[in-house]
T-cell receptor, first 119, second 116 residues
Framework: GAGVSQTPSNKVTEKGKYVELRCDPISGHTALYWYRQSLGQGPEFLIYFQGTGAADDSGLPNDRFFAVRPEGSVSTLKIQRTERGDSAVYLC?????????????????FGQGTRLTVV | GENVEQHPSTLSVQEGDSAVIKCTYSDSASNYFPWYKQELGKRPQLIIDIRSNVGEKKDQRIAVTLNKTAKHFSLHITETQPEDSAVYFCAASTDLIGFGNEKLTFGTGTRLTIIP
């Protein structure tokens, strides 16, 4: 597609349930990032993939959060036993590799996000 | 880890006047500083960025300045227009060629309102 696509756009779930959020990056982008944005705050880093592997998962808040990118393109963020504090907009972004970015001066493109509400 | 502070949190400017938003960062290894504009309910969009090997960059009405010694950088918008109204976020990261580690640390945002 033309941009980063995230589905669903909105998700309402009950406390304790499991949810999956999907991100389709821009074709050819090897780097993929997940961020979480709470109301009135800046995006907060969760995890970064370079290809299929998680290069940096230091932002995942606890072991209820997990993300995969098995084929190096689509990524799924998984949240187990959801809590009300997990409610936020989950943003995905993709970009070319660091070297490509510097040579081509491109940036990380964000998706529209998934608004997760835990009730 | 990196800590980015952003001021002011809200800013109202008369149309046609200039707006300045300031950020400071803590990690001296940070070398990439983008600015994002986010309209209500929409995705953050990059408007300008600067790397640590330059002190200033300009793109039409938008400019960014970087002071590595003081560890602060600023966004300048001149001749403001109503469509400039949005939330602006600064960010910082360490961009290592070939190694990644590009997580962005964002500031808390500035809500800019342009008064017609």
């Amino acid at each position: 597609g033309a941009g980063v696509s995230q589905t669903p756009s909105n998700k309402v779930t009950e406390k304790g349930k499991y949810v999956e959020l999907r991100c389709d990056p821009i074709s050819g982008h090897t780097a993929l990032y997940w961020y979480r944005q709470s109301l009135g705050q800046g995006p907060e880093f969760l995890i970064y993939f370079q290809g299929t592997g998680a290069a940096d998962d230091s932002g995942l808040p606890n072991d209820r959060f997990f993300a995969v990118r098995p084929e190096g393109s689509v990524s799924t963020l998984k949240i187990q036993r959801t809590e009300r504090g997990d409610s936020a907009v989950y943003l995905c972004a993709s970009s070319l590799t660091p070297l490509d970015r510097i040579l081509m001066n491109t940036e990380a493109f964000f998706g529209q996000g998934t608004r997760l509400t835990v009730v | 880890g990196e800590n980015v502070e952003q001021h002011p949190s809200t800013l109202s400017v008369q149309e046609g006047d200039s707006a300045v938003i300031k950020c400071t960062y803590s990690d001296s290894a940070s070398n990439y500083f983008p600015w994002y504009k986010q309209e209500l309910g929409k995705r953050p969009q990059l408007i300008i960025d600067i790397r640590s090997n330059v002190g200033e960059k300009k793109d039409q009405r938008i400019a960014v300045t970087l002071n590595k010694t003081a560890k602060h950088f600023s966004l300048h918008i001149t001749e403001t227009q109503p469509e400039d109204s949005a939330v602006y976020f600064c960010a910082a990261s360490t961009d290592l060629i070939g190694f990644g580690n590009e997580k962005l640390t964002f500031g808390t945002g500035t809500r800019l309102t342009i008064i017609p």
